[in-house]
């Protein structure tokens, strides 16, 4: 009988043996598999962040071109309005030098001047059409940048609300165990 029980135990020790080790074996698993959903989440939760914090300096730089641009154009705008007021200026100084018949040279350089501001004139008003081309962009821009942004809130936050009614969904198949 003694013997019996011996070989019995030894042919049941490789069973035991074996299940005691797979049992450790997928909790192990189990663990492994927990922490991994962590990290994948927690890597999850980092991307998002820096993505919102790209679109959030993306939409500080257009801002800040956009307000640069703005002062430049109102430069601009100022510089153009002064160059049409020395024309004006020296086109009545000519009318009065032709009125008076003054000597040729103070006609010829008055009409030289004119010349000279109306070129100004001219480069101003061609830099204030790009500028205000510009400034049509970089509006586009900061509206774009600002409803991706949202975008990308709304998204995380939606995000967000899943992982919770997810998170409820597990701890009520919990209670029901």
């Not at 019996?4 to 189990?30: D, H, N």
Request: charged share 35%; hydrophobic share 35%; aromatic share 2%.
């Amino acid at each position: 009988m003694k013997r019996r029980i011996k070989i019995l135990l030894l042919l049941l020790l490789p069973i035991i043996g074996k299940a005691q080790f797979g049992a450790a074996q997928q909790q192990m698993q189990m663990h492994n598999a927990t922490n991994r959903a962590l990290n994948n989440m927690f890597m999850l939760q980092q991307q998002q962040q820096r993505d919102l914090m790209r679109m959030l300096n993306r939409t500080i730089t257009a801002e800040a071109k956009l307000a640069k641009e703005e002062k430049k154009n109102a430069k601009l705008t100022q510089k153009s309005q002064e160059q049409l007021t020395k024309i004006q200026g020296e086109q009545d100084r000519l009318t009065n030098l032709e009125n008076n018949s003054q000597n040729q040279k103070n006609i010829t350089e008055a009409e030289k001047n004119i010349a000279s501001f109306q070129e100004k004139l001219n480069k101003t008003n061609t830099k204030l059409e790009s500028s205000n081309a510009k400034l049509v962009l970089l509006k586009k821009e900061v509206v774009d940048t600002n409803l991706k942004k949202e975008a990308l809130i709304k998204e995380q936050e939606e995000k967000k609300k899943l992982k919770k009614e997810e998170k409820k969904i597990k701890a009520q198949e919990k209670e029901q165990k």
